[in-house]
């Protein structure tokens, strides 16, 4: 973890975002203006789709077709499955799992900006290997639109991003089909490291190491469309940086509506920009054990169990205010 200057923390106080001595792509520092008010501090979180998508189980990642009209979303505790579910009449409807998933280990979906292809983490045999028997290693795969929520066999990305031994997660992508993805010790860099592949019209160039925050693990990057921003996770906590030329400015920590403590993961923005959603394992704040009470009998520790907040991950979502071109 990082710590703050006394003065630095003083500067931020009236502020949402909390400004940490970030590095560029380059690991160089560079003056950035904090970014105030991209979370209101009048802002709560609430849970997304409680008893739907957000549930007693374990659910994370979300995506949003360009309508914002169905979610896609990671659900499962031995095999992660791809699961999604649409809005009707103006309330999620009961998920199905796509039909991408539900034989192997999936998780992590992304749906491109045109809403045309869906990229997403799969453990399932490679190309010309035996088709029963998963691979040790979870890649990146993708498939295509055929009709409505119906999607083209999957295919496996070359191999300049799929590495042998080393898993990947976390995608992303923006407009121009750049592809922003994370890996745990790939290519001589030590644990959880982001990167970005440009996409150059018929594949992707050689992943770039993204070195946001010096030596610290840099996770689920989330590229805004127009890839004027970016977002992440490092440590508990989801932070920010901004396009500035061909580099970015310093990192921002969202501020305490979002990081409270708990351990948050895969940020995603709303097609319309207007709502961050971030998967976290959050208790304190929304169920929790009052120690000035008596002490649970067996039904209520089987209310507990069965509750949104029993200690496996949910999705929130809060209002997020962005600058404008973002």
């Known amino acids: 973890m990082h710590h703050l200057s006394k003065v630095l923390k003083t500067i931020t106080l009236s502020v949402v975002l909390i400004g940490c001595a970030g590095y560029s792509a380059l690991g160089q520092t560079a003056p950035a203006p904090l970014i105030a008010k991209i979370i209101d501090t009048g802002s709560k979180p609430t849970v997304f789709a409680d ?119 976390g995608i992303s992508v923006n407009r121009s089909g750049d592809l922003y993805f994370c890996s745990r010790d790939r290519e001589g860099h030590s644990g959880m490291s982001s990167y970005c592949a440009k996409w150059l019209g018929d594949h992707f160039n050689k992943p770039q190491l993204l070195a946001l925050r010096g030596s610290e693990e840099i996770q689920d990057p989330f590229i805004a469309p127009d890839g004027s921003y970016l977002l992440f996770e490092s440590g508990p906590d989801l932070y920010i940086c901004f396009k500035n030329g061909n580099d970015w400015s310093p990192t921002q920590k969202l501020g305490k509506q979002v990081n409270n403590g708990d351990y948050n993961s895969s940020p995603c923005v709303s097609p319309d920009g207007k709502m961050l959603y971030y998967s976290t394992g959050r208790i304190q704040g929304f169920y929790k054990r009052d120690s000035k009470a008596n002490a649970l009998n067996y039904d209520g520790l089987v209310a507990e169990m069965q509750s949104d907040f029993n200690g496996q991950g949910n999705i929130l979502m809060i209002p997020i205010s962005l600058p404008k071109g973002s």
């Open 51 to 169: 008893g739907v998508v957000s549930t007693q189980y374990t659910e994370w990642a979300t995506s949003f077709t360009p309508d914002g009209k169905t979610v896609y979303f990671s659900r499962g505790a031995v095999y992660w499955t791809i699961c999604f579910s649409k809005m009707v009449n103006g309330k999620w409807a009961k998920p199905n799992v796509a039909n991408i998933s539900g034989r192997w280990t999936d998780t992590d979906p992304f749906i491109t900006p045109d809403g045309k292809r869906i990229f997403f983490i799969s453990n399932r045999p490679l190309p010309g290997a035996p088709q029963d028997k998963h691979q040790p290693s979870t890649h990146i795969w993708y498939a295509d639109q055929l009709s409505g929520d119906e999607w083209s066999e999957p295919k496996y990305v070359d191999t300049v991003i799929n590495l042998k031994g080393v898993s990947n997660f």
